[in-house]
């Protein structure tokens, strides 16, 4: 910042010298614009003087015609030259009001005017009321008091001339004297610019210049690669600049130098290619990678490294490229020394118009495509349809299992598009989904089909997964089947046949032998459970098809509880396990009778699975959107295995607990349904010997 420091004080020293010239320059023209207003102005006061005097003498005139021939004409020439009296007196009090030496002359103007102008007003009415013959002696009257008026105003108004005559006398010789004076300022001013002018420029050019100079002859020893002159011996920014363009031509060689040294031993090879397509220069990674020495290829060809059946297409990629219109890199198979090997490369093509001539890269991609080949084998040998697809849906690629599942020719997939195949062909990455599909000659069948998206060097790609389901849905068929068998052949006699064997241990049938009683009574609470385990086979069938019904209406938090614990309360007392809650009053909308039937069923598990004595405890809060119920006990706990398989249907921790604890490997599955078609979630949280916390939220507010 020095040269800027000594910059700015020289220039705030000239911008001083400026402003003293302008100032000076601008109060002498102040000075000559007021001499010349003056003058302006003494010439208007001029006129207005002799104005008035010409309207008194005009109003006397007048008022004579009038006073002799009362004519109208005569009257209103009069009243005309009158009104002019008092204007003219009004602007020539406006604009001698700031001129003390005409203030005496135009008091006695305007009080002789007024005189005259009462004198003048009483000879009017004397005309306007009498006669000629008797207003004509009062016509002498009047002009012997008006005259002495009227020559006085003629002297006040002389004296005011004069005055303004005076100040017209001598404003040409101020004026000439101001003009001289601009003139003066004028050229001294000229001459301190022009002396400061030159001292700029000895100073800038003398000192600076020659730096500038020096600073130039770098640039262009830098822009040809010659080693630059010596270091400024200057601490202001030219020598701060000099040191920085050293540094820079220090780093931009440094650059080069490890540029050379990232080209020398890249592991691809980098070329340039002449518009012709012969080699400028080549990286030595040829040697390793193609086998070539880059010495071998200067000036070569590059098609001739390339495989013949490749050439045309590889001039095509090259026009392009030149054109603007390649891309992304393409694919071509180079002839690796000796002829015997083809080395698969990936290129990256870039036209230079300035140095017109090709800046590539070549990728060895020889174990990519050996991979690739191997991946293309193993999709070959999968058992499911394999189909590859572009982001608009046309086949691309399709496996021989797909083929199979379609009953169509491979040769049969060019053309077609994968809403010829299935239905639902949004695009994009997909979960497993089902839909309808089509086999060759329209044949629909149930299928399942997945989605992914990847990026390849040609593009945007879909993978696409199609499996043949109509198995599954024979099963799911011949399941639902077993189910409603179930349902009508099993339940209606075992319905029929509890209620006999209850009749039987009730006495109804008469007194039994003791021993007859405990088997009515074992055979009883076995067709119970299989009447439970039947009917929790229906509910689950009727949830998964969605024909569960459920009565959404608002209930209260408590209820719901109070609902559950009276159901359990017995069975609690049997095991003497104590239930205690605490429960948050909340309302929130449910089927009351289904979330009752979730709470009894946690209950009952945290029952069965707790010692004598335990505790057992329910709670109920507010979680965010929520309502949380939770249930928790201190029994064995869950085994991690098994934590993620819980509610799953026929699922038990141990195999022994359906034979001593009873239940049928349904209940927690059937809560996960009544809890999920709420819009809600379950979940358990266990340590094996800890007790379990088992869980579930249903949104606060009906959706």
């Known amino acids: 910042m020095k040269i800027v420091y000594k910059g700015l004080a020289l220039m705030i020293s000239i911008l001083a010298v400026q402003l003293g010239f302008v100032f000076v320059l601008l109060n002498l023209l102040d000075q000559a614009e007021r001499t010349a207003a003056r003058e302006a102005q003494a010439k208007l006061i001029v006129g207005h003087t002799n104005k008035l005097m010409h309207t008194y003498y005009d109003a006397a005139n007048t008022l004579k015609g009038y006073f002799l021939s009362r004519d109208d004409k005569a009257r209103a020439q009069y009243e005309a030259v009158m009104n002019k009296v008092p204007l003219e007196l009004d602007w020539l009090s406006t604009n001698l009001k700031g001129n003390p030496d005409a203030k005496a002359s135009l008091e006695a103007i ?23 013959i008797s207003a004509i002696p009062r016509l002498g009257e009047f002009r012997a008091e008006i005259q002495p008026l009227f020559d006085g105003l003629v002297v006040d108004a002389d004296k005011l001339i004069k005055r303004q005559e005076k100040i017209l006398e001598e404003n040409p010789a101020t004026q000439a004297r101001e003009r001289a004076e601009i003139r003066n300022i004028l050229y001294i001013g000229l001459a301190s610019n022009v002396g400061i002018a030159i001292f700029i420029a000895f100073y800038f050019f003398a000192n600076i210049v020659s730096r500038v100079d020096i600073l130039m002859d770098n640039t262009r020893r830098l822009s040809k690669g010659e080693s630059l002159r010596g270091r400024l011996k200057a601490d202001d920014e030219l020598g701060e600049l000099d040191r920085v363009f050293h540094e820079m031509a220090a780093a931009l060689s440094e650059a080069r130098r490890k540029e050379r040294a990232i080209f020398d031993n890249a592991l691809d090879v980098i070329c340039a290619i002449d518009s012709e397509g012969r080699f400028q220069e080549v990286s030595p ?3 390793s990678v193609w086998g070539y020495e880059p010495q071998s290829l200067t000036g070569a060809e590059l098609k001739e490294l390339v495989a013949e059946d490749q050439r045309a297409e590889l001039t095509l990629c090259l026009e392009a490229a030149k054109s603007g219109s390649l891309t992304g890199p393409f694919e071509a198979s180079v002839v690796a020394a000796g002829g015997e090997n083809l080395i698969e490369t990936l290129w990256t093509v870039q036209w230079n118009q300035d140095d017109s001539c090709f800046y590539c890269v070549a990728h060895d991609i020889t174990d990519r495509k050996r991979v690739e080949s191997r991946i293309r084998e193993v999709i070959e040998r999968l058992p499911v349809g394999i189909a590859v697809a572009h982001p608009d849906g046309s086949i691309e690629y399709v496996n021989p299992k797909l083929c199979e599942t379609f009953s169509y020719e491979p040769y049969q997939f060019d053309g077609l598009h994968l ?12 979960g497993l989904k089902e839909t309808r599909a089509r086999r060759a000659g329209a044949i629909e069948f149930p299928a399942e089909v997945s989605s992914v998206s990847y990026d390849t060097h040609e593009g945007m790609r879909q993978l696409v997964v199609v499996i043949d389901v109509t198995e599954k849905f024979e099963l799911l068929r011949l399941r639902r089947s077993f189910v409603s068998m179930v349902s009508h052949e099993l339940r209606t006699p075992l319905t029929s046949v509890q209620s006999f064997l209850g009749m039987l241990t009730m006495g109804v049938y008469g007194d039994l032998p003791e021993q007859v009683t405990k088997l009515g009574a074992s055979a009883e609470r076995s067709t119970n459970q299989l009447i439970r385990l039947i009917n929790d086979l229906l509910d689950v069938e009727r949830m998964e098809q969605g024909r569960l019904e459920m009565k959404i209406q608002a209930v209260n938090s408590r209820d719901v509880l109070q609902a559950a614990l009276e159901a359990v309360e017995g069975f609690a007392d049997r095991y003497e396990v104590e239930v205690d809650c605490d429960v948050e009053d909340m309302g929130f909308p449910c089927d009351q009778d289904r979330v009752s039937q979730v709470l009894i069923n946690l209950i009952s598990n945290a029952v069965k699975f707790s010692d004598r004595g335990d505790s057992v405890h329910v709670r109920a809060s507010r979680s965010g959107d929520n309502v949380r119920f939770e249930v928790e006990d201190s029994g064995r706990g869950i085994p991690a295995p098994y934590l993620s398989a819980v509610f799953e249907r026929f699922q038990q921790v141990d195999e022994s607990d359906a034979r001593e604890k009873g239940g049928s490997g349904l209940g927690l599955a059937i809560c996960k349904v009544i809890v999920e078609s709420h819009g809600g979630t379950i979940g358990v949280e266990s340590e094996e010997g800890k007790g379990s916390l088992f869980w579930f939220t249903l949104p606060a507010s009906e959706n």
């Open 110 to 132: 305007r009080k002789k005017s007024d005189q005259i102008l009462n004198i003048l007003k009483e000879a009017k009415r004397t005309a306007d009321e009498e006669s000629v």
């Open 285 to 287: 990674a040829s040697t």
């Open 419 to 430: 809403k010829d195949l299935y239905d639902d062909t949004d695009g994009g990455d997909t």
